[in-house]
T-cell receptor
Framework: NAGVTQTPKFQVLKTGQSMTLQCAQD?????MYWYRQDPGMGLRLIYY???????DKGEVPNGYNVSRLNKREFSLRLESAAPSQTSVYFC?????????????FGQGTRLTVV | AQSVAQPEDQVNVAEGNPLTVKCTYS??????LFWYVQYPNRGLQFLLK??????LVKGSYGFEAEFNKSQTSFHLKKPSALVSDSALYFC?????????????FGGGTRVLVKP
């Protein structure tokens, strides 16, 4: 059981380049999330998808777009990368209704924009 | 808007002593509360949750947390800390009211357990 899988694990981009971070979960969860983690800032929500077919902005959506491709996959796209987007990105998934509503996380993508 | 506050950036404790990591939250509806732990260069691992019922919740690795509705707190505790408990701890809240299914995290608290 792989859980939540993120690709790639590491990436270096030049300013202005674009890329897509991939996330897939095999737990049949309805909800999926993208977070970024910066030193001293905790985890900040970028976008989330409560269920297949819906996406909503989180705290820091500017500069990002998302696609909920199907129930399993939720991708995050940087159209024109900026140094401020250097961060560690985490994807997570969870069930929508309690009691089994805790989120499961991928191992993260370390992105550096130069 | 929902929010989580972890007032301490770092907690230092001697091995064998009790460990407490503080968390307070703000939601408009009913809170569902979670604690996660992160070891270096790893993703977040779920420790425990409060959904409803008993205010004292027991979780993995000997951790427990107490939900206090009047103080809007959900502090994480361990009676006897281990050096291996040294890690970054995050509190999170989900509000089943107007915020829908958004999961919001606090800023994290680094725990250092000294031998």
């Amino acid at each position: 059981n792989a859980g939540v899988t993120q690709t790639p694990k590491f990436q270096v981009l030049k300013t202005g380049q674009s890329m897509t971070l991939q996330c897939a979960q095999d737990m049949n969860h309805n909800s999926m999330y993208w977070y970024r983690q910066d030193p001293g800032m905790g985890l900040r929500l970028i976008y989330y998808s409560a269920s297949e077919g819906t996406t909503d902005k989180g705290e820091v959506p500017n500069g990002y777009n998302v696609s909920r491709l199907n129930k399993r996959e939720f991708s995050l796209r940087l159209e024109s990368a900026a140094p401020s987007q250097t961060s560690v990105y985490f994807c997570a998934s969870s069930e929508f209704r309690p009691p089994n509503t805790e989120a499961f996380f991928g191992q993260g993508t370390r992105l550096t924009v130069v | 808007a929902q929010s989580v506050a972890q007032p301490e950036d770092q907690v230092n404790v001697a091995e064998g002593n009790p460990l407490t990591v503080k968390c307070t939250y703000s939601v408009s509806g009913n809170p569902y509360l979670f604690w996660y732990v992160q070891y270096p260069n790893r993703g977040l691992q779920f420790l425990l949750k409060y959904i409803t019922g008993d205010n004292l919740v027991k979780g993995s690795y000997g951790f427990e947390a107490e939900f206090n509705k009047s103080q809007t707190s959900f502090h994480l505790k361990k009676p006897s800390a281990l050096v291996s408990d040294s890690a970054l701890y995050f509190c999170a809240v989900r509000d089943w009211g107007a915020a829908g299914n958004k999961l919001t995290f606090g800023g994290g608290t680094r725990v250092l357990v000294k031998p």
